[in-house]
């Protein structure tokens, strides 16, 4: 009977360990003072009513940019805890286990591409797209409720081993067969990755399906493809290819999930499994991830650079086509992950020059920036600062992946740390940089006032001398022969002072984050004066930003016409039309796509356990749940014609009262003034002064 | 522009320019007089490995310099307070600057791509070193985390250690057993090839230089992955005859017993050696064991053999 209704769950999951302890406890505290918080505020119904249940995309992109924050400082942590067992192993054993260190690596992967990399691009496809498109929400708000509901699923289920298991796969952030199979890893650790992944995958194919109607459907009209902006093509590429590859990962998980629920054989060593297989597969869907986080970051640094540099991006089709191009290529790629498998010359030779092809289109784009900077009027900003820093550790990044791409090499530093300093180059360069580039320069139109300039520098230059200091060291390890993952290490090897410059470099990184964090503050310090009034701080081109900052929730009182590709430059010079306002239908909120989340993770967190009731009973409700949202006719609201035009007007003449904006950077807080003012401001928040 | 910033930025560059100078100067006292394999081969697949990174190297990092230096000049000379600077917002879309966009990467790539494939060919770890010396095989089995090694010709077993006489070719026969993928590497002596389960996977490899260089697992196992090293034994070929000699007279026997007491899972094993005149047996036994499920290792080394 216990059996029956626990499953494998005991006493013995409870959290005994210090890590765990102290993980349940942290987390049990965070949420507890953000529960009380809430409630002292006494804004349950409003978080309820305007946030959690909306399905304004706006509201899910910042949604994903929170709960991606806070997932973003959690894979950080893990990552110094890597490094800081790194540094300490040269010299006796560190003060990890072999066992709790690997699935801090296995952890900081998943976090960080998963729940990190690709909840920040979803937040900016949430928040920017339909704006770049003259939209007013998108071609099925429930389904992208539904898909940041059960991204959620996924960040909570990865976190559940701290109260209950006390373990988290060990295997290594893609779970290669047959380690990840019951033979060699029969704890629940494993089925928390499987669910995690699962989850939050089906929600990401979810939201790409309904990114690529929205992008292909509800154009503004006159805005043909070829004159929407680069981000928007980026996002199209990336969502596309998201379709293309993700129902293989779930279907992969589900075979590996068949292996350790069922006992069948697909990837085990014995009874006729075949474990290359699963590297095939997730490599196939592997390969394309890492471009799938990475265009849409590109087509954020061709916003920027074109900006900031007040020209047209130059070659705008070549750099569809650079795009399009990365994008095709990339599912062909991904056997470069093994050329030391052993398939042999001819296979790897096909798949190292393929591979080295991926390369033209993305120099191609890199020229595309040079042509739109020259003789261009260039404002080095933050968003240009995060370009240029992208610039120097993606060219090397760049380099070392063409050196992986050519087999013979590939076989002296493949899984060696030289491969782990070369993806870091390409995804903290190519995917975080952008990522931050975006928010520097998408914060005013997001939040109503732009970031603080000065401190915004300092993270910049944080990042990239911590990068470096953080990474060339790891490329010459691998070149020493250190391989990645390695939780101990001999000190006669001599590796022990390089890998404690890394640490410092991550130190350094740390700092970065820091940063940050200071900048977001100072700026909601000094909100007033850094004030977004025009909605257009930055003298942009596109459609985004013709519409006020924040944009209300209709994004567009009147649809907007697009004539040509920087339709919002344009329609500066041109000067705009007296608008017409008319009816507005909105879509309604919905808690649907969090209740199926909530069965969705109940569902795997039975799977995990072995409480087969409760996996049944969720998906059985999920079934109904969706079944019964289908009868659900009235999902629309209209806004009255009359009060659009009232909210518009009341916007307007808002619009002369603050003063005119111009930006000179001396007056942003520095740093020694926000530690001066900052522990005022925040007493004065808590007393509710304010 | 206020006079403080220009001058900000003039000591922000010399701030960079100091601190890069520091960096390298840091970087080089760490790595003086420290052992690096790939750099400093041992063996003649190392040696081209390491000559073709070096190439592939300089060829990148000057085509990748030419391009990010363009990129912050411009940066540099079109930046707004420079109002020397022309500004022409229809500029920039020369066909010529097309035309290199595509031709520059296009000819990086074929200059790479022909140094490539027919390196990919020569250097396959499945193809077997010519040499006038004759070739060694050895076997190589993973297990739960030690490495054995199976000398079929010379009847010795060892653990987490191997020796190998130098200038002769020597073919590492990889296999795993009871084990997950695993990674068989010597860096001073050439590239890393997979260890699984049910396939033999050949390694041809060739020291040219006398020493004792590090082995590992490169591919992650489980918990005792980090201590799943050996020791490579690179000695004169009559050294090496007198170790295969010298082992030939010990009593002590390897047999299925001890191999069997093998795989239970064990970490940070020392090195061992044993005489262990049926081999064979174990190995074609392992072989066996695994045969169900595909069984097509045979297929690809007769495939290997027939190549050459």
Not at chain 1, 468 to 477: E, G, K, R, S
Not at chain 1, 610 to 623: M, R
Not at chain 2, 46 to 53: G, V
Request: hydrophobic share 50%; proline share 5%; aromatic share 14%.
């Amino acid at each position: 009977m216990k059996e029956f209704l626990l499953g494998k769950l005991d006493g013995s999951a409870l959290p005994h360990e210090w890590h765990t302890i102290a993980g349940s406890i942290g987390l049990g505290l965070m949420v507890l003072a953000l529960a009380g918080f809430i409630t002292y505020k006494k804004r349950w119904t409003w978080l309820w009513k305007e946030w959690l249940t909306s399905v304004d995309p706006k509201k899910i992109g910042i949604m994903y940019f929170i709960v991606a924050g806070f997932m973003l400082m959690r894979g950080g942590l893990d990552a110094v805890m890597l490094w800081l067992q790194q540094a300490l192993a040269g010299s006796g054993n560190g003060y990890l286990s072999a066992q709790h260190f690997q699935e801090i690596f296995t952890a900081h992967g998943n976090i960080m591409v998963f729940f990190v990399a690709m909840a920040l691009i979803f937040g900016f496809v949430n928040y920017i797209v339909p704006l770049q498109i003259g939209a007013r929400d998108l071609a099925s708000p429930f389904l992208n409720t539904l898909g940041f509901w059960l991204y959620v699923a996924g960040v909570v289920m990865i976190n559940m081993f701290f109260f209950l298991g006390g373990e988290y796969a060990a295997t290594g952030w893609l779970a290669v067969a047959p380690l990840s199979g019951p033979e060699f890893s029969p704890g629940v650790g494993m089925d928390y990755w499987i669910w995690s992944l699962q989850i939050s995958g089906i929600g990401t194919t979810l939201g790409a399906i309904n990114f690529i109607m929205t992008i292909l459907k509800m154009r503004a009209p006159g805005m043909s493809l070829l004159k929407m902006p680069l981000f928007t093509w980026g996002s199209l590429c990336s969502m596309i290819m998201a379709i293309s590859v993700f129902p293989l990962l779930t279907m992969t998980i589900f075979l590996l999930f068949f292996d350790r629920y069922l006992g069948t054989h697909f990837f085990t060593t014995t009874g006729g499994g075949d474990p290359m297989m699963y590297t095939n597969l997730i490599w196939m869907w592997g390969h394309p991830e890492v471009y799938i986080i990475m265009l849409p970051s590109f087509g954020i640094f061709s916003e920027v650079v074109s900006t900031f540099s007040r020209k047209p991006v130059a070659f705008y089709k070549t750099a569809l086509v650079g795009m399009i191009g990365v994008a095709t290529i990339s599912m062909f790629v991904w056997l470069h992950h093994f050329f030391t498998m052993g398939a042999g010359a001819d296979v790897n030779s096909a798949f190292g020059v393929a591979t080295m092809l991926i390369a033209i289109p993305t120099t191609v784009l890199l020229f595309n920036w040079i042509g739109t900077m020259y003789k261009g009027r260039i404002r080095l900003t933050t968003p240009m600062l995060w370009f240029l820093g992208f610039v120097a550790i993606f060219a090397t990044g760049g380099i070392t992946g063409i050196l992986l791409a050519i087999p013979p090499i590939d076989f002296q530093v493949h899984n060696s740390l030289f491969l782990v300093a070369h993806f870091h180059s390409t995804a903290v360069g190519g995917v975080l940089f952008g990522i931050f580039a975006g928010l520097n320069y998408w914060f005013p139109k997001m939040a109503g006032f732009r970031l603080n300039e000065r401190i915004g520098r300092y993270a910049v230059w944080s990042w990239i001398i911590g990068f470096f200091v953080a990474f060339t060291p790891l490329y010459i390890l691998g070149l020493m022969g250190a391989t990645r993952r390695l939780d101990n290490y001999d000190a006669s090897t001599g590796w022990q002072p390089l890998f404690i410059m890394s640490f410092i470099g991550g130190l350094i990184i740390m700092l970065g984050v820091a940063l940050q964090v200071v900048q977001i503050i100072a700026s909601f310090m000094q909100r007033r004066r850094l004030a977004d009034t025009t909605g257009d701080p930055w003298d942009s081109r596109t459609l985004e930003w013709s519409t006020n900052s924040p944009p209300p929730s209709y994004n567009f009182a009147v649809i907007p016409e697009v004539s040509t590709r920087d339709a919002f430059w344009e329609m500066k010079r041109l000067g705009i039309k007296k608008p017409v306002y008319k009816d507005i239908h909105m879509p309604k909120s919905t808690a649907t796509g969090i209740y199926i989340s909530i069965l969705a993770f109940f569902a795997g967190f039975g799977f995990a356990w072995e409480i087969n009731w409760l996996a049944v009973v969720s998906i059985i409700g999920v079934i109904i749940i969706l079944v019964a949202r289908t009868f659900n006719e009235d999902i629309e609201y209209t806004i009255p014609a009359e009060e659009v035009k009232k909210m518009e007007e009341a916007r307007e003449s808002k619009l002369g009262t603050l003063k005119e904006q111009h930006y000179s950077d001396e007056e942003d807080m520095g740093l020694l003034e926000f530690v001066k003012t900052a522990p005022g401001w925040a007493l004065g928040l808590v007393r509710g002064k304010k | 522009m206020p006079k403080s910033k220009k001058r900000g930025s003039g000591l922000a560059a010399w701030a960079a320019i100091l601190l890069f100078i520091v960096f390298c100067l840091v970087i080089a006292a760490l790595i003086r007089g420290k052992d690096i394999p790939l750099l400093t081969p041992k063996g003649t697949i190392a040696d081209e490995q390491y000559q073709l990174l070096v190439t592939s190297t300089f060829i990148m990092v000057v085509f990748a310099l030419l391009v990010i230096s363009v990129i912050y000049y411009f940066a540099w000379k079109y930046r707004e307070t420079n109002h020397k600077a022309t500004y022409n917002p229809s500029a920039g879309r020369s066909k010529l600057l097309l035309l290199s966009a595509w031709a520059a990467p296009m000819l990086v790539f074929v200059v790479l791509a022909s140094i490539m494939l027919p390196a990919t060919q020569k250097l396959e770890p499945q193809r077997s070193i010519e040499s006038d010396n004759e070739e060694l095989t050895i076997r190589v089995i993973a297990m739960r985390w030690k490495w054995l090694f199976l000398y079929p010709e010379q009847d010795i077993a060892t653990v987490n250690y191997v020796q190998i006489p130098v200038d002769t070719p020597v073919r590492f026969e990889l296999t795993a057993d009871e084990a997950p993928m695993n990674s068989f590497w010597i860096p001073h002596l050439g590239g890393m090839l997979y260890a699984m389960t049910e396939h033999v996977n050949p390694l041809n490899l060739m020291a040219h230089t006398v020493g004792s260089y590090d082995g590992g697992a490169a591919e992650v196992n489980g918990h005792g992955f980090a201590g799943m090293r050996f020791t490579a034994d690179v000695s004169t070929i009559e050294d090496f005859n007198d170790w295969v000699y010298e082992i030939a007279q010990q009593s002590g026997k390897f047999d299925t017993e001890e191999y069997e007491a093998l795989l239970e899972p064990s970490e940070y094993d020392t090195a061992a050696i044993y005489h262990s005149p049926n081999n064979e047996e174990l190995f074609d036994n392992l072989l066996k064991k695994y045969e169900g499920s595909h069984g097509h290792y045979d297929d690809t080394e007769h495939k290997n053999r027939e190549a050459h």
